[in-house]
């Protein structure tokens, strides 16, 4: 009798052996979770996403069709990445060079979305609950709780946690649709506790 695992596997994947993932989590169809890669509790990975070996997914997350998350890009908990988008792990890469030794983390801090076919460059920290255009290539760190978008990606504006664009009125704002306050210092958005 097969062991019962405590994460859903469609039959066209691959987990390999020293993988972690954990309870509630599913995986779709053509994915492949390479060994040594962690993913947290009730994520999901859609259709033909890669792990790779040295990637971190927190708890929560939701890996859309056609993601790879490379080695050395960690994902804290419920962050969304849209269909398409693109990690880096390397700056100069080329076919004839080996340059294993210098993958760039990138981190994805809490709650943040990426919108699909956007690409993001290793090295770079994505902000909590910041929102990443779809198509944006982001080249430089997004603040907490800042929208981005365009090639270069550019602060266009502030989300809620929620995932609505906020109204920030000199250095003050709340959500028109959850009622969550912010405000704003030293240029940056925070939450009011």
């Not at 979770?33 to 990975?45: D, E, K, P």
């Amino acid at each position: 009798m097969a062991e019962q695992k405590p994460y859903f596997v469609h039959e066209s994947s691959y987990v390999d052996e020293g993988a972690v993932v954990g309870e509630g989590t599913r995986i779709w169809h053509f994915c492949h979770v390479l060994s040594g890669a962690r993913i947290g509790r009730n994520c999901s990975l859609g259709q033909n996403v890669n792990i790779g070996g040295k990637a971190v997914l927190g708890d929560g997350c939701k890996i859309q069709n056609n993601v790879s998350i490379y080695d050395r890009v960690i994902l804290e908990d419920h962050v969304f990445c849209g269909p398409s988008c693109v990690f880096t792990n390397v700056l100069n890469p080329r076919a004839h060079v080996s340059r294993k030794d210098q993958y760039r983390q990138t981190l994805v801090r809490r709650g943040a979305t990426i919108g699909a076919n956007a690409t993001i460059l290793c090295g770079t920290t994505i902000g909590q609950y910041a929102f990443v255009g779809a198509g944006a290539v982001v080249t430089k760190d997004v603040p907490d709780f800042a929208l981005v978008y365009g090639n270069p990606a550019r602060e266009n504006g502030w989300m809620c946690r929620c995932g609505v664009k906020l109204k920030v009125t000199g250095n003050a704002g709340a959500c028109e649709e959850c009622s969550t306050r912010y405000k704003m210092a030293g240029g940056a958005l925070q939450l009011v506790e």
